[in-house]
């Protein structure tokens, strides 16, 4: 068994993500009407971090997709396995020794 395999094994939970469509002039943002559904595993845990414009603030928890989850951004809505929306405070691509996205660290609270 692979390191890869062993990493997947670990993503026993799944969130779904929408994509966000348009900002009204009053700043409020609307989301796609159907999300993609991504197979994770979902971390809670609050904690000090960053977000994307590099402030500190609480995170909640930690989402870690295998692989590529570029779609991903600070603007889409973050639905948790338990029905909770949360915000998306930070994004996050980690690569392999080869360079290729290995997994996704999304951070997420509020």
């Known amino acids: ?3 890869s395999s062993e990493f997947a094994e670990m993503m026993n939970d799944s969130v779904t993500v ?3 469509s348009t900002l009204d002039k009053y700043g409020k943002r609307t989301f796609n009407a159907t999300g993609r559904v991504i197979k994770c595993r979902v971390e809670y845990d609050t904690a ?3 977000d994307n414009e590099r402030r500190d603030v609480v995170s909640s928890g930690t989402v870690y997709v ?6 991903v951004t600070v603007d889409s809505k973050l639905l948790l396995p338990d029905g909770v ?3 998306i405070i930070d994004v996050s691509h980690h690569t392999d020794e080869t360079g ?5 660290v999304i951070k997420f609270g509020r």
Do not use: F, K, N, W
């Open 85 to 87: 929306e949360q915000p």
């Open 100 to 104: 290729a996205i290995h997994h996704t």
């Open 48 to 50: 000090l971090t960053r």
């Open 18 to 20: 929408y994509s966000q």
């Open 66 to 71: 295998y692989g590529s989850a570029v779609d």
């Open 1 to 3: 068994m692979s390191l």
